[in-house]
């Protein structure tokens, strides 16, 4: 059963990327195409909602970042407002690879993710980027 993505605001949140990033500059101009709002979030969003973050909201102050920052060294693209019923987060993930950026850790925001923290939802993903690493790792042997 697929996820139900949640559908506005259409944001782009990007962790571990800057518009110094390589391939960054391409990588907005394709999101402007598809009426995404960029945002580059890091530690400093790390107890901010996720829904919060879409719709552009304040940040909550940090509290306590944990010692070592989930995805601290990967880049991470999160979007919301994309629906994958019409084929616009399926085209936008072809945009993504046509931009020449990679994104090992991708998500799509749902009404449940919309309410937890960049915090939380980077630990979810980092465990799920490390479990497919050992996945492929095993298979490769």
Same mark, same amino acid.
């Given at each position: 059963?697929?996820?139900h993505?949640?559908?506005e ?17 391409? !990588? ?7 009426? !995404? ?7 400093? #969003?790390? #107890? ?18 944990? #010692? ?12 919301g ?6 084929? #616009? ?32 939802l ?20």
């Open positions: 059963m697929k996820a993505i949640h559908q605001p259409r944001a782009l949140l990007l962790w571990g990327v800057t518009p110094e990033t390589p391939g960054c500059d391409e !990588l907005l101009r394709r999101a402007a195409a598809f009426r !995404l709002t960029p945002r580059f979030v890091g530690a400093a #969003d790390f #107890d901010t909602t996720i829904g919060d973050l879409c719709a552009g909201k304040a940040s909550v102050p940090v509290q306590a970042l944990p #010692d070592l920052l989930p995805l601290a060294d990967t880049h991470a693209m999160i979007v407002g994309l629906r994958h019923d019409n084929g #616009d987060l399926n085209a936008w993930l072809d945009a993504v690879k046509k931009s020449g950026m990679t994104f090992p850790v991708r998500a799509a925001v749902t009404p449940t993710s919309a309410a937890w923290t960049l915090g939380h980077l630990e979810e993903l980092s465990a799920e980027h490390a479990a497919l690493g050992a996945s492929q790792a095993e298979q490769a042997q």
